[in-house]
């Protein structure tokens, strides 16, 4: 422990944002930084307990106490190495995570937790700012080639992993620009894009070839991939869950990937023909979380007359839940710097028809509310609530409710196998063709940002031991890199 008892002498103190007012007219991120002094002190409230749940929480095993001790000291680069070590890609989810080793703090038993999501963030950003992030291209190289398909975390963790082993890898993304849903999935206000360009320039000054608009199966021969010793699939979960709804063609009910994707692409120069905003609407999103979130705060920015969000579970208990104890992630409330930014939040709400006018175009919806009757060994049963049907004016409807899997077309042209989930299936992450693997949302469904940086690293072992009959890279929350 860096500063015994610490955690007693300073509180807990985040990032401050610049007011809703002001950031609402700008795409921009708005969080203000901490000064260098007050992130000492934040590490320093770090208990080095005996058995730091805080990293078995992590799915990247992330050495947490270590590189806290280490900004306690002030060994910002010893804590930039360490926190390296097992995590290709703090700047994201130092940013984007939302911070699972934070709910397992074991100071979180008594007060709030160590900041731990904002000490990773400010550690990265210091080794940018100081010019020690370089890149590590291998000093030898094995002469096998590797394929990595998508560009999204997983397959950029696994690319970097690989290339470091010393293998050529090319990686495929159907978009205009790499980074898959980090690109164009995140609004720019949780994660400007230069910080995806300035990560992708050192990936590509270590050697890995990046390939963009080639969508591998429509216009790229799948069959051209067998050319690689390796085939790795990052594509991630794009199949978007929709509603059984009457009316749902409607003009003016639109998935919210579509949204979101398009007012990206506007802030960097591209035009939209008929693109989808919010402007002067009364917008309704359907779904409760990160994505439904990030539709609130987008339709807020383009200046939305109201922001409406529906959740068709109940409200989640403003503390944790007797249900989910302490170390496990909490059926808790989350409210978002989006949802502080202006949204009327209504939980237990089933829509049951989309409005429309003669012409088609979406003008209001009906809901009902619900509740569910909870039978032991049963599914949970929607029970709607007799005499509460509503009808709700609106222009706009964002369907932000999550993805049921992959894309097929890989999986039926390679003629892989699906699981029981609907993902690809795959053991130690490899499918039931010798050579092509399976990582991130892919094969374990729609997760998180440190889940497909953890399934990227995991997957990069097992096909550098598939190639050359033995690895040196790290396993999870191990941090030693190999020596080339």
């Not at 639109?254 to 917008?283: C, H, R, S, W």
Request: hydrophobic share 35%.
């Amino acid at each position: 422990m860096g500063k015994i008892g610490g955690f007693k002498e300073y509180e807990r103190i985040d990032e401050n944002t610049i007011e809703v007012q002001e950031r609402v007219l700008n795409y921009n991120e708005f969080t203000l930084p901490l000064a260098k002094n007050a992130i000492k002190e934040q590490g320093s409230r770090c208990m080095d307990c005996g058995i730091p749940f805080c990293h078995s929480a992590c799915p990247l095993g992330n050495l947490i106490p270590d590189f806290n001790d280490m900004v306690h000291e002030e060994e910002w680069q010893s804590a930039l190495e360490i926190l390296q070590s097992t995590n290709n890609f703090p700047e994201f989810t130092g940013r984007l995570c939302p911070a699972p080793c934070e709910k397992s703090c074991v100071l979180g038993l008594i007060e709030a937790p160590v900041a731990i999501e904002n000490i990773e963030k400010n550690i990265i950003e210091r080794g940018f700012a100081e010019g020690w992030i370089k890149p590590q291209p291998p000093k030898k190289r094995t002469g096998k080639t590797v394929a990595v398909i998508g560009s999204g975390p997983a397959g950029l963790a696994t690319a970097q992993q690989l290339n470091r082993a010393g293998h050529l890898v090319t990686v495929f993304e159907r978009d205009d620009k790499i980074g898959g849903l980090l690109r164009y999935g995140i609004p720019n206000f949780k994660l400007e894009k230069a910080i995806i360009d300035r990560r992708v320039a050192i990936l590509e000054a270590e050697g890995i070839v990046f390939k963009t608009n080639i969508n591998v199966g429509v216009n790229f021969p799948v069959q051209e991939l067998y050319a690689f010793d390796a085939i790795v699939l990052c594509g991630g979960a794009s199949e978007r869950r929709s509603l059984p709804t009457k009316g749902i063609e409607s003009k003016g009910v639109v998935q919210a990937m579509d949204f979101l994707t398009q007012q990206t692409k506007v802030l960097y120069g591209e035009t939209i023909p008929n693109q989808i905003t919010a402007t002067e609407k009364n917008v309704i999103v359907i779904g409760g979380g990160d994505t439904g979130s990030d539709c609130i705060g987008t339709s807020n920015r383009q200046g939305a007359k109201s922001v409406t969000n529906f959740e068709i579970l109940p409200k989640p208990p403003v503390e944790r839940s007797e249900t989910t104890p302490w170390p496990f992630w909490p059926l808790q409330l989350k409210t978002s710097s989006s949802h502080e930014e202006g949204c009327e939040r209504n939980w237990l709400i089933n829509t049951k028809e989309f409005i429309t006018d003669e012409k088609g175009n979406l003008t209001a919806l009906k809901t009902v509310e619900v509740s569910w009757k909870i039978s032991p060994g049963q599914r949970p049963q929607l029970i709607e609530k007799e005499g509460s049907e509503k009808i709700w004016p609106c222009e706009l409807v964002l369907l932000a409710l999550g993805f049921t899997g992959p894309e097929k077309t890989l999986s039926d042209q390679l003629g892989l196998e699906i699981d029981e989930r609907n993902n690809y299936k795959a053991t130690q992450y490899k499918t039931n063709k010798p050579n092509i693997f399976t990582a991130g949302d892919m094969r374990r469904g729609q997760s998180l940002i440190v889940w497909a940086i953890s399934e990227g690293r995991e997957a990069a072992r097992e096909v550098d031991l598939f190639l050359m009959g033995y690895t040196d890279l790290p396993t999870k929350g191990k941090g030693d890199l190999p020596s080339l």
